[in-house]
């Protein structure tokens, strides 16, 4: 079946350092989406890639899919404390999984 | 506009006991996920609900778990009887169309416990 692995599971940085985590499918996605979920809260919807090589930017956040839309990445300019939370890449296809995602944390 | 709307937000029970989770989705999405969240799993998907039907309930525990979408508004999981491994936070979303692949709206999530 399908597997979407995200790497790292758990990440922590120093605020004002960048921060990358990756989504990588067995199968190719016919899009794939990230969400944020903050500690005590829950999944929110940050955006959706659809198209191969796709990047888009919100403010310091920059999304990429990959050309063979079986990989995605999601990268962070300059950290604050308000990115802290686990951000999910579920990818749709057979089944949408959010699986672990990965959690970042900030110190100041 | 009303999100996805789950009550209750915390539930503490017995082991044994039946638990009922509700949610109410937004108004016009005709898409409906349950899933479950915790610390060894992460976030999984239990069943979809697509125009009230159940379209894919694999990853439904076991028999001690059931959804029903009575109609557009509301729908429930249960599960009879409750065990402690079943602590976990439970949320339900919504999605406008008919495929897993529009955004969802997530929902406050219930917290529950089972002692």
């Known amino acids: 079946g399908q597997q979407v692995m995200q790497i790292p599971q758990y990440q922590h940085v120093q605020e004002g350092e960048d921060f990358t985590t990756y989504c990588n499918s067995s199968t190719t996605l016919s899009n794939i989406q990230w969400y944020k979920q903050r500690p005590g809260g829950h999944p929110v919807f940050l955006i959706q890639l659809v198209k191969s090589g796709e990047v888009k930017k919100q403010k310091r956040l920059t999304f990429q899919f990959g050309e063979a839309k079986k990989n995605s990445s999601l990268h962070i300019t300059a950290t604050q404390t308000t990115d802290v939370g686990t951000y999910f890449c579920p990818g749709a296809g057979t089944a949408l999984i959010f699986g672990k995602g990965t959690t970042l944390s900030v110190s100041s | 506009d009303a999100g996805v709307i789950q009550s209750p937000r915390h539930e503490v029970t017995e082991m044994g006991q039946e638990v009922t989770l509700r949610c109410k989705p937004i108004s016009g999405h005709n898409s409906l996920f349950w899933y479950r969240q915790t610390m060894m799993r992460g976030l999984e998907l239990l069943i979809y609900f697509n125009n009230n039907v159940p379209i894919d309930d694999s990853g439904m525990p076991e028999d001690r778990f059931s959804a029903k979408m009575p109609n557009a508004s509301f729908s429930t999981l249960k599960i009879q009887p409750s065990e402690p491994r079943d602590s976990a936070v439970y949320f339900c979303?919504?999605?406008?169309?008919?495929?897993?692949?529009?955004?969802?709206?997530f929902g406050d999530g219930t917290r529950l416990s089972i002692l």
């Open positions: 979303a919504s999605s406008l169309g008919g495929s897993k692949s529009q955004p969802q709206h």
